[in-house]
Structures are given as C-alpha cells and as structure tokens.
C-alpha cells in the first residue's frame, strides 16, 4: 500500500465493489467511487487488499495493526506551532497528529456500536427480537372460517368388506385383518402374519394365511393347521465334497457345532470315521436347555416346502452348482440373491488361504480359522452361532431353535 492509511470506509466501498460484481475492471471501480463519494484505492494496493480480505492470504506485509488510529487536531497550540514552521520557511510543513485510542483507551472505552450499524443498515437492539432477528411487524391472523363436511350417502349400501374386496383384492376380508385397529390401540393390539405361517398355494396359485379359520356356516372356529416348520427342527447343510477349499463336510461338521471344536475332516476320514448323509445333534451355546438341530449334506426335494421351511444356514463351497435345484429364485442360473435372503450362508477358510473370486459377490459369512493354532476357534464357533440367531429373529421363525 501507499504510505497513506486508508480509511475503513474505503476498505467497505472496495469489498463491497468485488463482492457485488468480481469481474468488474478497476475504472469501473474508480468511476463509482467517485460517484458515491469514497476514497478510491489504486490499482497498486487493489489486487493485495482484496487477497487479504477475501481470506486468500492470510497476512499482508503492508498492513500493520499495530498502528493506533491517528486524528488530525485544531488545536490552539498545534495552529501556533505549524504556523511558526512556516513563518521560518518550511515547505513539508505536516499537520500535527496525536493518538486518539491505544490498547488501553480502546478497552476501556464504551461498547456502543450504534454508529456503525447505522452506517452498514443493520437494525438496532429495539428492533432485535429475542434470537438476534428482526422483527416482524405484528400482523393479524385472518380467523380461519369453520367449514362442515359434505355428508353423502354414496357408499351407504356397500359394505366395508365389498369395499375392501374391490380396493385390495378379493382375498383380503379373509386375511382377518381390522381395517379399524391400530398397532398402538392397547385395547385390540394387532401384529402382521408370519411369513412361516402362509399355507401351501391354492389351485389358483394364491398364498393363504394359515391362520385359525371360520366356518361360514357356523360361528364355531375351524381347527387351526399346524403352520410350515412351526416347533420343527431346523437344518443346516454342508457341502458333500472332500476338496482342499472345503473345511467342513459330514465327517466334522458336528464336532463343530456341537463339541464347540475344529478338527480337520481329513482326520477323522484316516481315523476310520462312516460318513452318514444326515445326523442330529444338540445345541446348547447360548440356550439353558439343549436344543436338537439336524446337519445333512443333502439338500431336501426341490418341493418339499415344510423340508425348505426348516433350512437355516448353509456351508458353501465356492461352487454355483452346490446350488442346482434348490427352489429359490435364479438358484438354477447362479443368481443366488434370494437364496442367501433365505438362507444364511457361511464360508469357512484358513487365514492363509484366499477364497474363491465368486465368494465376494456372495452375501455370505466367512469364518476364518488359523491352520495350526486352535485357541481361535471358540469366536469362529460364536459367531455362526450369533449369525443364525440373528437371521431367524428378523425373519420371525417359529422353528424351534
């Protein structure tokens, strides 16, 4: 900057110049200065101000805030002392200045900045309401007129059922549902049918609830049906192959999940261990009473609904034909997306092995197990168990687990 201090009404005016129009050239800068009557500030000190108070740079070599701020006085004894400076001939004869506030003036001073909101337009403390805003003016509220509900009788020979039927679908008044109830009335609680509780398709190919029946008939209730799986067994299957990607079949599944140890299958095959197709053992991780689940490395009949009802997890291979005619959509075709929303899957593996491409595309648990060291084993063994709790409480199963 010059050697001049610049006001910091000049600083405004140029701030307030850029902030309003950036690509402005700088005479169009000086010819408004001029116009509205403030200090222009050159081309020189333009380009270093605007940097420093638009937050580009944070100090400025030519700015000194340590320079208290100068007022120029007509005192009697500074008019006296100029004019004998030029009586005696001196041409840079320069104003007397002396300092108006320094630190300690300034702290002390009074705090009402009343001028300086009047100059930028702010309002003042009486016209603040209570969050720093101002005020509204108080306008009434035109009184909102009490309008009566058109009575009709249009529907008054339908009944609510015939109006659901034609809105819902023909099946919907025998779903059991009280289209006048609510989750949060106490009096007549409600809760949404089980998924495991829809029976068979019908001959039109339509789920049916499997609820407690009504004889239209008579009023007596009809004997419920046992819903698909309810209280039944639930079934975790294993791969049927011997390869070296595979860690559980049936001749160590069990010892797993039952003994709450890993031992290799290869082991137990040298150790003389039959192999069997399906075995039963019982759970007693996170239960006060044993809990009777069943292990196969066959999978049920494509058909076998209340089979496929009682199916839990399963323990992949890497391999999309493990999954051939299971009866969950895509299953044929690879696309495992359903299938792995029904049935938690698990992916067992030792830490130094990498699994198989596909299984990163799958929605699928891996277990890892150090090769030689057993102390891990006990949090793999934690966490299928913590998965498949898991998996059956958000589907609301109502096997026995």
Partial sequence: MNKGLLTVEAI?????????????????????????????????????????ITG???????????????????????????????????????????????????????TNFGAVLDFFGAPRGSELDGRGGAKKKEQKEAPVPDIAPLKTDRFADVTKNEMNREAFGKDFADLGIDTEGGFLDAARPRALPRLSELAPAGPGGEARASGPAVSRSSSKPAKPRRALGEGARPIVIVPAGYGSQVLFNMYNICQFLEGEKFVTWDSQHKAGRKKVSAMKFKRRHGRPQRVEYEVTDKAPDKRDREGWARVVAVFVSGKEWQFKDWPFPGADEGDLVSTFANVR????????????????????????????????????????????DNHLQLRRSVLKY
């Avoid at 200065?33 to 101000?49: E, N």
Wanted: hydrophobic share 40%; with cysteine; net charge positive.
């Fill in 56 to 110: 580009k740079t944070e100090t400025n070599a030519n700015i000194d805030i340590t320079v208290p701020a100068l007022g120029f006085v007509d005192e009697p004894a500074a008019v006296g002392a100029k004019r004998g400076r030029e009586d005696a001939g001196g041409a840079d004869a320069a104003p007397v200045a002396r300092a108006l506030r320094t630190r300690n003036s300034a702290l002390q001073c009074d």
């Fill in 12 to 52: 405004w005016f140029l701030a307030k110049s850029v902030a309003a129009n950036p690509k402005a050239s700088h005479p169009a800068y000086l010819k408004e200065a001029v116009a509205k009557k403030f200090t222009a500030i050159s081309m020189v000190d333009r380009k270093d101000l605007v940097d420093y």
């Fill in 345 to 388: 899957g698990f992916y067992a593996q030792y830490d130094t092995d990498k699994p198989a491409e596909i299984i990163k595309t799958w929605n699928v648990k891996t277990l890892r197990f150090q090769k030689n060291v057993r102390h891990g084993d006990r949090a793999q063994f934690e966490a299928f168990w913590e998965e498949v």
